[in-house]
């Protein structure tokens, strides 16, 4: 039996999405040039951190469908994706 509390799918899934929204707005940031402190570096890679345990957690549901929902993808750009998005389909 495990000790720790489940998250919901649902919650995951928000997560993953906000968190996606968050990476991606700072990596464009540093991309841009725009000056990264020690600070920033540490939230970003905190940040990043905390969605790929997600990400896991959403991997262990054998998701078939994207965070974003059906017949969407990750954006491009993203500085991550999820695991649906990162298997490369026939194409
Ligand atoms: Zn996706």
Not at 62 to 90: D, F, L, Q, R, Y
Request: some cysteine.
């Amino acid at each position: 039996m495990t000790t720790y509390q489940k998250s919901s799918l649902q919650e995951i899934v928000q997560t993953l999405q906000n968190g996606q929204k968050w990476l991606t707005e700072n990596f464009r940031e540093w991309l841009g040039g725009q000056e990264f402190t020690d600070e920033d570096r540490r939230l970003f890679d905190a940040g990043l951190e905390r969605w790929e345990r997600f990400e896991r957690l959403y991997q262990a549901t054998a998701p078939t469908i994207c965070i974003w929902g059906n017949n969407k993808k990750c954006p491009s750009g993203a500085p991550v994706v999820c695991v649906v998005c990162e298997t490369p389909t026939h194409e």
